[in-house]
């Protein structure tokens, strides 16, 4: 009802987006989901296998992995030029998938892709599959981005270890950084956020919130000189800068071309 006029008038809701974590919009989408061989929802991408053989990944350069180097394949994907999907290759891979007659057939071609079938909302003219379901900036970062981070620097990152790099921290050094961490709240007001807690003994406490406000305003201080390279601290402080800017109340156009150059090259820098 028109409050103001005090009469009644159909209100009609258009579906233009979706948002959620990664697993619940690859069953939205009918997709095979992050560990698939073509997980990202919008490019085409193609992951190859971990050391385990069981966990997919998708490097841009792939030119020294076995699975690669002595194929066809993409050695090295372009961030600025990446195969991205578009609906009508979407919606053609789905209905190529779905029109198959023999249950194996449909799981080869839903590998190929990496999309299951048809999405139930993409009856909704108002959707564009896959544009209308990007990934939101809560999972991709603070839920994903900065925890698997930590675990790379800790040694706890599906059984990988720093290989021909140094970036991973002490025991001794991340106890510290967890007691500083923790102690931090001492002295930062209640109004800038929840208390964040020992990061190295209750890491699992760690929510969003908390992830974002230790990236943001904590680490930066507490990591400070405690990699034994100083290019890791330095690569972490651009990620910081860049992580400032999308959460400003306002973006300019020229901040948004250097946001996609800065994570272009913070990608680039933290494959080598």
């Known amino acids: 009802m028109d409050a ?4 009644l008038f159909p209100l009609r809701a258009y579906l233009i987006t979706c948002f959620g974590d990664i697993p619940a919009m690859s069953l ?3 997709m095979k989901g992050h560990n698939g061989k073509r997980p990202c929802r919008m490019c085409m991408i193609e992951a190859v ?3 385990d ?4 990944y998708v490097p841009l350069d792939r030119s020294s992995h076995p699975n690669i180097a002595d194929s066809t394949k993409t050695t090295i994907y372009d961030p600025h030029n990446l195969p991205m999907r578009t609906e009508e290759q979407f919606m053609a891979q789905a209905t190529e998938v779905e029109s198959q007659h023999t ?11 990496g999309v299951k079938g048809t999405p139930i909302l993409s009856k909704l003219g108002s959707l564009s599959f896959p544009k209308s379901v990007p990934y939101d900036f809560m999972h991709q970062i603070f839920e994903n981005l900065l925890p698997n981070l930590v675990a790379h620097w800790t040694a706890d990152f599906k059984g990988l270890d720093d290989g021909e790099e140094e970036y991973e921290l002490a025991n001794t050094v991340w106890q510290a950084v967890g007691l500083e961490t923790e102690k931090a709240g001492d002295t930062i007001p209640s109004a800038y956020g929840g208390r964040v807690p020992n990061i190295q003994q209750h890491k699992s406490e760690m929510n969003a919130e908390r992830w974002s406000f230790w ?3 904590i680490a930066p201080v507490v990591l400070r000189r405690r990699f034994q390279k100083p290019k890791y601290y330095q690569h972490f402080v651009k990620l910081v800068k860049l992580l400032n800017v999308c959460l400003q109340y306002e973006i300019s156009k020229k901040e948004i071309d250097e946001l996609e150059r800065g994570f272009e090259e913070w990608v680039k820098e933290y494959e080598k």
């Open 28 to 30: 939205l989408m009918k």
């Open 215 to 217: 990236a943001l305003y």
């Open 103 to 113: 249950k194996a057939a449909a799981e080869r071609l839903s590998k190929q892709y």
């Open 49 to 51: 296998p971990g050391p």
């Open 53 to 56: 053989s069981r966990t997919h």
């Open 4 to 7: 103001l006029e005090l009469v």
